[in-house]
């Protein structure tokens, strides 16, 4: 039994990587598959944002040269990279993946619509959001709290490389204590980097609640659907 009828998974570009420090690894690209076919079995309707910081970040380039607006056309470029490689690998795996767009670019990808994307979760197929909010100045959390709330998703599933949210960065500071839930309000009380604070607060206004966990440890996607404690729950 799952304990999440709909989900948006959030995937960082970073993550995608692996040990490469650039790109896409196949091997993690491969493991974020699997674990999405093993939850797509389950029943749970999957929409997938994710983010480009493994090829661009706008404002990265913003320090070399590059004019912001320019830069982050090009990272939301980089998220449709990486939607149509897992796309690919999902694919592979005979699982049938629509890559839809925030920017026109037929035949790439469709063109996002809400209705568009919940008709193909209600037939089973999973949904890849690619390009975030298809705005510069923003982020691909902010994109993905945005689809989650557009397609009334019931939860937000960050993935990240750590397992929830710490009273301070735990790769840094060995004594920092990981919470087990924490209210948006928290966050924003203790200046907790957990995602960009517009994404924070859309979700906030909207209702929609957060789980922070591990992806990069296989099977952890099925855990928290099943409803295992691994992670961090953000609510109201
Ligand atoms: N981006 C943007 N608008 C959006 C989403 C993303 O301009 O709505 C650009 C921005 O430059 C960002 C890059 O795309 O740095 C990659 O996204 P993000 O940094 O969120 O990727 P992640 O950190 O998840 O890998």
Request: hydrophobic share 40%.
């Amino acid at each position: 039994m799952n304990k999440f009828n709909r989900i948006l998974l959030k995937l960082s570009g970073e993550s995608l990587m692996g040990e490469q420090g650039y790109g896409i690894d196949v091997n993690r690209l491969h493991d974020y598959a699997v674990q999405i076919k093993e939850a797509h079995d389950t029943g749970v309707q999957i929409a997938i944002v994710i983010g480009g910081g493994n090829i661009f970040r706008g404002l990265s380039g913003v320090g070399k040269g590059f004019d912001r607006v320019k830069g982050d056309q090009m990272g939301m470029c980089a998220t449709v990279i990486n939607s149509l490689a897992l796309s690919s690998a999902l694919g592979a795996l005979g699982v049938k993946a629509h890559v839809l767009t925030a920017i026109r670019m037929e035949p790439i990808g469709e063109f996002y619509n809400k209705w568009r994307a919940i008709q193909y979760l209600n037939q089973g197929d999973v949904v890849i959001c690619a390009c975030g909010t298809g705005s510069p100045y923003f982020t691909t959390d902010t994109g993905s709290s945005l689809r989650g709330i557009e397609i009334e998703a019931d939860v937000m599933l960050k993935g990240t490389r750590v397992d929830g949210i710490y009273t301070a960065d735990p790769e840094k500071d060995p004594s920092a204590r990981k919470f087990d839930d924490i209210s948006y309000d928290e966050i924003y009380r203790r200046g907790l980097k957990v995602m960009d604070l517009t994404a924070t607060a859309m979700c906030k206004e909207n209702g929609l609640p957060i789980y922070v966990f591990n992806m990069d440890k296989y099977g952890n996607l099925a855990r928290v659907l099943r409803g295992e404690p691994i992670g961090t729950y953000v609510h109201r």
